[in-house]
């Protein structure tokens, strides 16, 4: 009785959300769903043009699909055990409402049956994200029958029971070794580390060979080598031998491995409710310990007993001070910057490896396209990290903001100190991604100084739409920072430095393309050509102007008028 | 010293402070009373700067809030009921973090921090992140930097919620010594014996209106109960029944 008593405040939230929210929350909602459907269409359509791909392929075809769909599952596991672990921290040991919780005469039986229909909702969101475009595409291409859907709910509803039984077990065990906070830090690293290392993985085994004739006999002898199923005492491997059997006809029985896999879930379940009810008194009473930040100790200047021994600095040096020291002292911040790292070793890499001289263009034309549309790509990912890092940066105050409410100090100063903040490392990283990829490309003497000098001003109005409409859109109230990006005002930013780096990427096409074809012929401009570059140029100066002053000052007024 | 003049703010349809009049003097202590919900906070969160007034005006030190609000700023404190901190930073940082807000400068500047993290007996945890701090050594920490540029007016919204006897009684004698040097303080609190020690006047909103304001003495007085604790005087004058025994009946 109590279990549903329990679950119930999160589905009266939700629905006094519908119920209050008004239009706003319609909207939010509308995008929401709105990028969720155009996100499944994408996979889907992947999908299903790698499997219609793989059909064509004799013989060889029905094992690549098969293989494809035991690295689905596997990954999934993987993905969802790591899920669950990081959800079962905050809902049986970090959510604020356990202390509440814990003084009323609820059983921990209970307790323990509210919290995994909990951990399993929150954490198998991805499943239904990621699956659900995967498996239609695998039912449309080889024509399923309304036993291949039934049979997938029968093994994905079993297959998260024992991701989420184990990730929970794991959770008990782990804890009665580490706080919880520590914990949830710990793992959050080694997630974003796991996440590098497949970025690295997936991208060094060059996907784009497979398409690449000459590399493939060395592929078929790949896959020839893993015919036999793998890993049979994984999840993963039970789950794609119960699917195959319901799209291609196979000796093995689809419900032999369905059975299996709901013995097993019953069996996680039992495991872990009994690992429960030994550790988790214990677990709880460690869990309110707090731990000391692992960067701080890494850094000297971070470190918790020195800096302060100083005379004053400026406002602006003190909130930039502060935020640096916030930063690396919170380990799912700074951790990110991995990813960036990663992410910029990879992008890299890919101007390495193009194929330019198997191209049908002249190479010097192709390098110098390549690297003005570098531009815009630089751009976007300078967005990206943007959404994450710098639209935030207000949100960061969290329930904090009221000491720069009361404190003598004008929104302005507050705004432009955190852009500040951002725009240097932004302009190293944007500099970085445009004059290396600019040597890997070997690009004329007039690109190698474009490239640059457009993402130079470009990462300016970066950093001001993020800054602006992080102040114009807070959320003070988020527990996970990663999560402010993801919300309306996020998305507005997105679409506001998308169309500010298209803006820019098309005023400097024509000129680029007259002073390029002028170099290439070697024929003199006139001046009405170069009165056209000269007014696109200064059109592009105008509008990196405007993306700097026009978000910051709306950000500025927004924010003076929020009251929170 | 704090002058206010038909303060009110709306929530969409809600006045929750209501055309609010009052004057505070320099040197005195103001106690604000009211139930859960009466615009107590509201009307603190408009005075420190936090939340914009609907209407009304809001003088203090001679500066008007509206139209010179960095100036007022650098001239009060503000001590909210809900002590939210940097997490990330230590005590000590917060306090010097505080002080460069504030542009405190020269080489008293690292000596008044010691000495405030000493006066609120924080000085040995000073070097120990804020988010380890209990509920009480973080208001304490949020009066020492509220105290720590010399504000010439204070704001206090619930002085005590948090703080053990002995914080207690430190955070009493504390605004007593700076009455003395001339130190205005604007409090509200739900502890009507604080209030009955250490307020000069005390003024009392319900339902966002200012229904009374007086000594002690003068609210007893108007409550018609000269005699009577301050407890019965305020569950009077906010129309309560004098001790619920009706509404009890059924336990």
Redesign the interface.
């Given at each position: 009785m109590h279990v549903l008593t329990l679950l119930a405040p999160r589905w009266w939230g939700l629905k006094n959300v519908c119920r209050l929210g008004g239009r706003r929350t319609l909207v939010k909602a509308g995008s929401l769903l709105a990028i969720t459907l155009g996100f499944w269409v994408g996979i889907f359509i992947i999908f299903y043009r790698v499997l219609r791909y793989f059909q064509g392929v004799e013989e060889l075809g029905d094992l690549l699909a098969y293989k494809l769909l035991s690295m689905v599952f596997l990954t999934f596991f993987g993905l969802l055990i790591f899920s669950n672990i990081l959800v079962a921290l905050s809902t049986f040991f970090l959510s604020r409402d356990l202390g509440t919780i814990h003084a009323t005469p609820v059983s921990m039986a209970e307790l323990f049956a509210a919290r995994f229909v909990e951990t399993i909702l929150e954490s198998s969101w991805m499943v239904l994200l990621f699956g659900i475009p995967i498996f239609t595409a695998y039912g449309l291409t080889y024509r399923g029958a309304a036993g291949y859907y039934l049979g997938l709910v029968s093994v994905i509803v079993p297959y998260l029971i024992i991701a989420a039984a184990s990730g929970v077990t794991v959770t008990m065990l782990l804890v009665q070794l580490l706080p919880a906070q520590r914990t949830r830090d710990i793992l959050f690293l080694l997630s974003v580390l796991l996440g590098v290392l497949l970025y690295f993985l997936f991208r060094f085994m060059r996907p784009e060979r497979l398409v690449d004739p000459d590399a493939f006999t060395s592929v078929v002898a790949y896959f020839r080598a893993l015919s036999a199923p793998s890993s049979p005492y994984l999840p993963s491997t039970w789950a794609t031998e119960a699917i195959w059997p319901l799209l291609r006809p196979t000796s093995i029985s689809s419900a032999f491995y369905q059975g299996f896999i709901w013995m097993t879930a019953a069996a996680a379940v039992v495991v872990s409710v009994g690992v429960t009810l030994v550790t988790y008194p214990h677990g709880w009473s460690k869990s309110q310990e707090a731990g000391r930040p692992m960067m701080a100790r890494l850094l000297g200047c971070l470190s918790l007993g020195t800096g302060c021994r100083r005379r004053g600095v400026s406002q602006v040096g003190a909130l930039m001070g502060k935020d640096f020291k916030t930063f690396f002292r919170d380990n799912t911040q700074w951790s990110q910057l991995l990813l960036i790292a990663a992410l910029v070793v990879v992008y890299l890499y890919n101007y390495s490896a193009l194929p330019l001289d198997r191209a049908r263009m002249p190479t010097f034309y192709l390098q110098n396209l390549i690297s003005f549309l570098n531009t815009g790509l630089a751009g976007f990912v300078l967005a990206a990290i943007g959404a994450r890092f710098v639209f935030p940066a207000v949100s960061a105050e969290g329930s904090s903001f009221w000491i720069m409410q009361t404190s003598p100090l004008t929104l302005g100063r507050l705004l432009w100190s955190k852009f500040a903040f951002y725009l240097g490392p932004l302009l190293v990283l944007g500099l970085v991604l445009a004059i290396a990829s600019n040597a890997l490309l070997q690009v004329s003497a007039f690109m190698r100084w474009l490239t640059p000098f457009t993402i130079f001003f470009m990462v300016f109005g970066i950093t001001a739409l993020g800054i602006g409409m992080g102040a114009a859109f807070p959320n003070f109230r988020a527990e996970n920072l990663a999560q402010v990006a993801t919300g309306f005002g996020g998305l507005l930013y997105m679409l506001m430095a998308m169309s500010f780096i298209a803006l820019v990427i098309v005023l400097e096409a024509g000129p680029v393309y007259t002073l390029f074809m002028a170099e290439a012929r070697g024929h003199p401009l006139g001046m009405p050509q170069w009165l056209y570059i000269g007014g696109s140029f200064a059109l592009v100066l105008v509008v990196n102007v405007a993306a700097v002053w026009l978000p910051m000052s709306y950000g500025i007024r927004r924010l003076s008028t929020f009251e929170g | 010293m704090i002058h206010v003049e038909n303060l009110t703010k709306r929530f969409q349809q809600v006045r929750a402070v209501d055309e609010v009049t009052f004057h505070v003097a320099p040197g005195e202590i103001y106690g604000f009373l009211g139930p859960n919900g009466a615009g107590k906070t509201t009307t603190i969160k408009m005075l420190?700067?936090?939340?914009?007034p609907t209407a009304g005006r809001i003088v203090i030190d001679g500066l008007d809030l509206e139209k010179e609000p960095?100036?007022v700023?650098?001239r009060?404190g503000?001590i909210?009921d809900?002590p939210?901190?940097?997490e990330?930073?230590?005590g000590?940082?917060f306090?010097?973090?505080?002080?460069?807000?504030?542009?405190?400068?020269?080489q008293s500047?690292?000596e008044r921090?010691q000495r405030f993290l000493e006066l609120f007996e924080l000085a040995e945890w000073a070097?120990?992140?804020v988010?380890?701090y209990s509920h009480g050594m973080r208001q304490r920490l949020i009066m020492s930097a509220a105290l720590l540029h010399g504000p010439r007016a204070l704001i206090v919204d619930e002085p005590m919620v948090g703080l053990d006897p002995r914080g207690a009684r430190l955070v009493k004698s504390i605004f007593k010594k700076l009455k003395r040097s001339g130190l205005t303080v604007f409090m509200s609190t739900h502890t009507l014996a604080i209030a009955e020690e250490l307020c000069d006047r005390i003024g009392i909103i319900h339902k966002g209106r200012l229904l009374v304001e007086g000594t002690t003495a003068e609210l007893r007085e108007l409550a018609g109960q000269e005699d009577s604790p301050l407890e019965s005087v305020f569950l009077r004058l906010t129309g309560a029944g004098p001790d619920g025994e009706e509404e009890i009946d059924f336990l």
């Open positions: - | 420190a700067g936090v939340l914009r960095i100036e700023k650098r009060v503000f909210p809900r939210f901190l940097y990330k930073l230590t000590l940082e306090m010097s973090f505080m002080a460069d807000l504030y542009r405190l400068n020269g500047r690292d921090i070097r120990e992140l988010g380890s």
